[in-house]
């Protein structure tokens, strides 16, 4: 199995190491520390090593931060985590603030009188997460303190050892673009910034640009390292070369100068202090790296990383292969429904429905000679009242049984070497409520709207997010997270910087992948969210029109469960979507399918009555 069913956090942990972190601040002079849920890379996931946030408090979400002082702790977290922090952290320490109203910038001006000294680690912070923080504390009259050392690795005496995952290579029929090119075009985008070199901290990033993948870190297929990519092409890859077989070695050596981790800050002085002008990306480079720089003479210029939009504007083997993967997934999700719909209510619980799932990715991959190499992130496996919990990770100790007159809400993904994919469906158990079914209803109506849209050049994700939500707001409903995450090529599931959400602030291009994921919960009873990945389509002019329009295509193929639809709240072009794309799911995948699998999605994708409604 890729997915393990541990218990998720441990409230019980906080206290010891609590008080341990305290004894240390102490003894160093600090009131204070903040510990977010971050590596030096930004990430959101992170290797063993690298999972402070969770040894010291127990709260196992992949957003957060600690602040602990001498006399209290608070626990910051966005809208997906507000139930499981509370099921993960010892609440007799910590405080729960929210990550988006109330985030530490804020909370420190408010919370922190003066002189108070609140150390932080400049490696997993930010240059713009430190400005802002540094602002805040003075206005408070705190002083925020960067460490050397970072306390949680001095008192984390079992603290595992670095990842060391081998470096394999990503084809070229995968990637569609030799990787000299690419960072050919980098160098070229570098000095057009007015820099001589630019530090890529994101491991997706250099994956991309040296067409490698690795295994460093859960369900991503990374390398962590990190490169400094030259105007002038003399490029530098960092990265710890036990990871590298004799073959990547050689073909690394041909891109790059060769580089152990130990020697990246050497290097990043050096070239500093030969007045080099060094492009950091203020949203991923470690405030760390901007010290050194400016420490050393030399001058920051602020740039985002190069590699984001040509990582995120997928190239036609790429899409290609997206295409190809969400066949291959669809094919693996419908084997799963139709076997879950001939369970009785009341006998799986949620870990078989995952393991069951993984078993049909892994034999369709083997059928179709495209191997399952992971799943892209942990199966969110929610029955009931779990299903409410946005980012619920089902373990052994919160499994509940799949029980008649619940919805069921299963959201999961694959990594395949041509595509990353990630869907949610939502089915009921029995027979479901009406209520459940007027709000499913109104779920679909946004995941449609999103999915017909036709949108201007120059189109940002926060400018439509609305859309999705439309229906539900008319009945006095909202979901706290945005509508959609970017979505990379066998890299992260969640991509940036492309999404649709409030905060969406980059332009979709043709090209980008993002999810359509509207979704409505109700606290302790159920949680519904369909989700499907869309292509933005190139701008094409609409017949009587006056502007070329984007579009999106929709890549994820699988039957959304009619059963829960009440096709009187939808209009004639929603119904007319929903039957088109179900027809062209079993188009898709019936070729794929046989026996009472096949018969199932014959039924699964029927056409709805429509009535006369316009």
């Not at 690795?153 to 081998?166: F, G, H, R, S």
């Not at 899409?319 to 879950?340: E, F, P, Q, S, Y």
Request: net charge negative; glycine share 10%.
């Amino acid at each position: 199995m890729f997915q393990t069913f541990d218990s998720a956090g441990d409230p019980a942990v906080a206290k010891p190491r609590v008080a341990l972190l305290r004894q240390w601040l102490a003894a160093n002079g600090l009131d204070g520390f903040i510990v977010p849920r971050a590596d030096e890379h930004q990430g959101e996931y992170v290797a063993d090593r690298s999972a402070r946030l969770k040894w010291l408090t127990g709260f196992s979400g992949s957003a957060g931060v600690a602040i602990v002082l001498g006399d209290r702790a608070v626990m910051f977290v966005d809208g997906r985590y507000t139930l499981q922090v509370r099921q993960e952290v010892d609440l007799d320490i910590f405080s729960i603030e929210s990550l988006v109203d109330n985030p530490p910038a804020t909370w420190i001006k408010d919370n922190l009188g003066k002189g108070v000294r609140l150390g932080f680690d400049p490696w997993l912070q930010t240059i713009g997460d430190v400005k802002a923080l540094k602002a805040s504390a003075e206005k408070s009259g705190a002083v925020l303190v960067p460490l050397e050392k970072n306390p949680i690795d001095v008192i984390w005496k079992d603290q595992p050892e670095p990842p060391l995952a081998p470096v394999e290579l990503h084809p070229i029929a995968f990637a569609g673009e030799l990787a000299k090119d690419k960072l050919a075009r980098l160098a070229e985008a570098i000095g057009k910034d007015g820099a001589a070199h630019a530090v890529l901290t994101d491991p997706s990033s250099i994956a991309w640009a040296f067409d490698i993948r690795g295994g460093d870190v859960p369900h991503t297929p990374l390398a962590l390292g990190f490169a400094v990519l030259a105007a002038d092409g003399s490029h530098l890859l960092f990265m710890d070369q036990r990871k590298f077989s004799r073959t990547v070695a050689a073909y690394l050596t041909q891109l790059a100068e060769l580089h152990e981790p130990s020697e990246f800050e050497a290097a990043i002085a050096g070239l500093a202090k030969g007045g080099a002008r060094i492009a950091l990306d203020p949203v991923l480079a470690a405030e760390k790296l901007r010290m050194l720089v400016e420490d050393n003479g030399g001058t920051v210029i602020t740039a985002p990383d190069p590699a984001r939009i040509p990582r995120a504007t997928k190239n036609q083997a790429e899409i290609n292969g997206a295409r190809a993967a969400h066949r291959r997934d669809g094919a693996a999700v419908a084997k799963l429904l139709c076997w879950l719909d001939r369970q009785e209510p009341g006998k799986l619980d949620e870990i078989a429905v995952v393991t069951k799932l993984e078993e049909c990715r892994r034999s369709t991959g083997e059928e179709t000679q495209m191997p399952l190499r992971d799943v892209s992130f942990d199966t969110i496996s929610g029955a009931g009242p779990n299903g409410a919990i946005m980012h619920y990770r089902v373990s052994r100790a919160t499994s509940r049984k799949l029980q008649s007159g619940e919805l069921f809400l299963l959201d999961s993904g694959g990594q395949y070497q041509d595509g990353t994919t990630d869907i949610t469906r939502t089915v009921p158990i029995g027979t479901p409520t009406e209520e459940m079914r007027e709000r499913f209803t109104l779920v679909l109506k946004g995941m449609i709207g999103i999915s017909m849209l036709r949108f201007p050049p120059g189109t940002r994700g926060s400018e439509i997010d609305a859309v999705a939500r439309l229906a539900l707001w008319k009945h006095g409903c909202d979901f706290a997270h945005g509508t959609g995450h970017g979505v990379g090529s066998y890299l992260a599931v969640h991509e940036g910087p492309q999404r649709i959400a409030k905060t969406g602030t980059e332009k979709l291009l043709a090209g980008m992948i993002v999810s359509n994921e509207p979704g409505y919960y109700k606290e302790g009873s159920y949680g519904i969210r369909i989700e499907n990945l869309i292509l933005v389509t190139p701008a094409e002019q609409i017949e009587g029109g006056d502007i070329a329009m984007h579009g999106f295509e929709t890549l994820t193929l699988a039957p959304i469960d009619t059963r829960l639809v009440r096709s009187d709240l939808l209009t004639r072009d929603e119904l007319h979507w929903l039957d088109e794309y179900h027809a062209r799911v079993l188009a898709e995948l019936g070729p794929m399918l046989d026996g009472e699998t096949l018969t199932w999605l014959e039924k699964a994708t029927a056409p709805l009555p429509h009535d006369q409604k316009s």
